[in-house]
């Protein structure tokens, strides 16, 4: 057995509650609660802002909506903050908030009695910069090809210093995907470990879809996930404009409203918030097919798409753009060149219809989230 430290990328243990545990960071920490060979678990939120934690604090308990951590003299929650808002951009300024991150962190698993912890970091600066000298072996969880997330950019440098040091360190890395990690390039043990599903989630029962999603006109054709420029507006109105007694639903959080405004004046493309776990499962189980028409970019070429694994999971065949994370992932997904026809794509997949159930319990099987954490444990608390 072994003892555990484990620090979010930017979110806390209240944020992956909140968010249903669909991330592989939110899985592993839930997961390495009741993992064996795990002795004592140290599990750290993002360092955040004395007045930020503060302000979200009193709001979950106004809402009734707080995910409180399940401790015990074995398993702690670390919650640290600072004065700043957030990370400094400069190589200096970082340095100096990872070293102190790290002191944090070594106390708190010092207090737990920790002598040479195994570290897995889904944080891409401390990854790099902190020193963790206290600890044993450390594993950089890279949910994402960071150098590719636009809304970092300002990080960009940081990043390319992290991974250089990373490197140099021997640390190892366990990514999403082929291109995050070889972005990374790193130098001691790797593994590329895509996301998952849970297979309870996808039994059936549970919560229904939304009310609004009832009387939608058929086929329908789903996509779930951020609504921002991965999206090829121009294929989405295409299959629009072919399938025009059907609906394209598009469901999830509007970050780039501009991008999607053309979509808007499309009569059968409704465009939808963010859903609970529950209904987002329901709705997709409902679907005719699952979309994912992304453009070709460094972040699409990176990513892991987890609606991917969420449609097969549901056995909704997939149309997809053709980007290298999506091959070989299951017969069911049809890949679609760059500026090629999605409309003849979605027509075969209504026609082969959905998965059938033996091909999809061994889909579940094959791409659980409890077999992935066990291939990211390999690489972590090995010798």
Same mark, same amino acid.
């Given at each position: 057995?072994?003892?555990?430290?484990?620090?979010?990328?930017?979110?806390?243990?209240?944020?992956?509650?909140?968010?249903?545990?669909?991330?592989?960071?939110?899985?592993?920490?839930?997961?390495?609660?009741?993992?064996?060979?795990?002795?004592? @678990?140290?599990?750290?939120?993002?360092? *955040?802002?004395? /007045? !930020?934690?503060?302000?979200?604090? &009193?709001?979950? #308990?106004?809402? =009734?909506?707080?995910?409180?951590?399940?401790?015990?003299?074995?398993?702690?929650?670390?919650?640290?903050?600072?004065?700043?808002?957030?990370?400094?951009?400069?190589?200096?300024?970082?340095?100096?908030?990872?070293?102190?991150?790290?002191?944090?962190?070594?106390?708190?698993?010092?207090?737990?009695?920790?002598?040479?912890?195994?570290?897995?970091?889904?944080?891409?600066?401390?990854?790099?910069?902190?020193?963790?000298?206290?600890?044993?072996?450390?594993?950089?969880?890279?949910?994402?090809?960071? @150098?590719?997330?636009?809304?970092?950019? *300002?990080?960009? /440098? !940081?990043?390319?210093?992290?991974? &250089?040091?990373? #490197?140099?360190? =021997?640390?190892?890395?366990?990514?999403?995907?082929?291109?995050?990690?070889?972005?990374?390039?790193?130098?001691?043990?790797?593994?590329?470990?895509?996301?998952?599903?849970?297979?309870?989630?996808?039994?059936?029962?549970?919560?229904?879809?939304?009310?609004?999603?009832?009387?939608?006109?058929?086929?329908?054709?789903?996509?779930?996930?951020?609504?921002?420029?991965?999206?090829?507006?121009?294929?989405?109105?295409?299959?629009?404009?072919?399938?025009?007694?059907?609906?394209?639903?598009?469901?999830?959080?509007?970050?780039?409203?501009?991008?999607?405004?053309?979509?808007?004046?499309?009569?059968?493309?409704?465009?939808?918030?963010?859903? =609970?776990?529950?209904?987002?499962?329901?709705?997709?189980?409902?679907?005719?097919?699952?979309?994912?028409?992304?453009?070709?970019?460094?972040?699409?070429?990176?990513?892991?798409?987890?609606?991917?694994?969420?449609?097969?999971?549901?056995?909704?065949?997939?149309?997809?753009?053709?980007?290298?994370?999506?091959?070989?992932?299951?017969?069911?997904?049809?890949?679609?060149?760059?500026?090629?026809?999605?409309?003849?794509?979605?027509?075969?997949?209504?026609?082969?219809?959905?998965?059938?159930?033996?091909?999809?319990?061994?889909?579940?099987?094959?791409?659980?989230?409890?077999?992935?954490?066990?291939?990211?444990?390999?690489?972590?608390?090995?010798?």
């Amino acid at each position: 057995m072994a003892d555990v430290v484990f620090t979010f990328s930017y979110v806390s243990w209240e944020a992956a509650a909140a968010r249903g545990w669909f991330s592989p960071e939110d899985r592993l920490a839930s997961a390495l609660l009741s993992e064996p060979r795990v002795a004592r @678990l140290l599990v750290s939120d993002l360092m *955040r802002s004395l /007045p !930020a934690k503060l302000l979200r604090d &009193a709001l979950a #308990r106004v809402r =009734g909506d707080a995910h409180p951590f399940p401790g015990d003299d074995r398993h702690r929650l670390l919650r640290p903050v600072r004065l700043r808002r957030e990370y400094p951009t400069s190589i200096e300024g970082v340095q100096r908030a990872c070293a102190r991150y790290d002191r944090l962190l070594e106390r708190a698993a010092g207090r737990m009695g920790m002598r040479s912890p195994a570290v897995i970091t889904a944080n891409p600066l401390m990854a790099g910069f902190a020193a963790f000298a206290w600890a044993g072996p450390v594993t950089f969880l890279a949910i994402d090809d960071w @150098l590719a997330y636009p809304p970092h950019r *300002r990080w960009w /440098p !940081a990043y390319e210093e992290s991974f &250089a040091r990373l #490197r140099a360190g =021997g640390r190892r890395v366990a990514a999403v995907s082929p291109a995050a990690l070889a972005r990374i390039d790193p130098s001691g043990p790797a593994a590329v470990i895509p996301n998952g599903v849970d297979p309870q989630e996808w039994a059936g029962g549970g919560a229904g879809a939304p009310p609004w999603a009832d009387g939608l006109a058929r086929p329908l054709l789903l996509y779930v996930g951020s609504l921002d420029r991965r999206i090829d507006v121009e294929a989405v109105a295409a299959l629009a404009r072919e399938f025009s007694e059907g609906t394209v639903l598009l469901v999830g959080p509007l970050l780039d409203p501009g991008h999607l405004a053309p979509l808007r004046a499309i009569a059968n493309v409704q465009i939808r918030e963010p859903l =609970g776990r529950g209904p987002v499962t329901a709705l997709i189980r409902s679907a005719d097919v699952g979309l994912i028409p992304h453009v070709s970019s460094p972040l699409t070429r990176a990513m892991s798409p987890l609606k991917l694994y969420e449609y097969l999971a549901a056995g909704l065949p997939v149309v997809a753009s053709d980007l290298p994370p999506l091959h070989g992932v299951a017969p069911d997904v049809r890949l679609v060149e760059p500026g090629g026809d999605h409309a003849a794509a979605v027509h075969d997949a209504l026609a082969a219809g959905p998965a059938q159930e033996p091909a999809r319990q061994a889909f579940l099987a094959e791409n659980s989230w409890s077999r992935r954490i066990e291939q990211l444990l390999e690489v972590a608390l090995s010798a």
